[in-house]
């Protein structure tokens, strides 16, 4: 699920500490650290944060499609039956 933003001085971004943990995980892992940003909010500085655009674009790009990956059943088949699924299809 996606998370919502927060705004500051017309910002809207995400903190990476309010993702749930399987996609802080996910993002620590596969996006470009040069995207973090540190937001000066009443005095205190609040770092690891991403520009909602961002982490709205790694959420469809990269954290749904893996999502949707590993939520597929997993089958295995052996060799054999893959051969006769194929010589059952009609020419």
Do not use: H
């Not at 001085?9 to 995980?25: D, F, T, W």
């Not at 005095?43 to 990269?62: A, H, I, P």
């Amino acid at each position: 699920m996606k998370v919502s933003s927060s705004f500051y001085k017309g910002i809207q971004y995400v903190p990476v500490s309010s993702l749930p943990k399987e996609q802080r995980e996910r993002l620590l892992l596969t996006i470009d650290t040069e995207l973090f940003i540190k937001i000066l909010v009443d005095g205190k500085l609040t770092g690891n944060c991403l520009q909602f655009k961002d982490y709205e674009s790694w959420f469809e790009n990269v954290y749904r499609p893996m999502s949707s990956l590993t939520d597929m059943p997993k089958k295995r088949l052996s060799a054999d039956t893959a051969l006769v699924d194929l010589a059952a299809e009609p020419s």
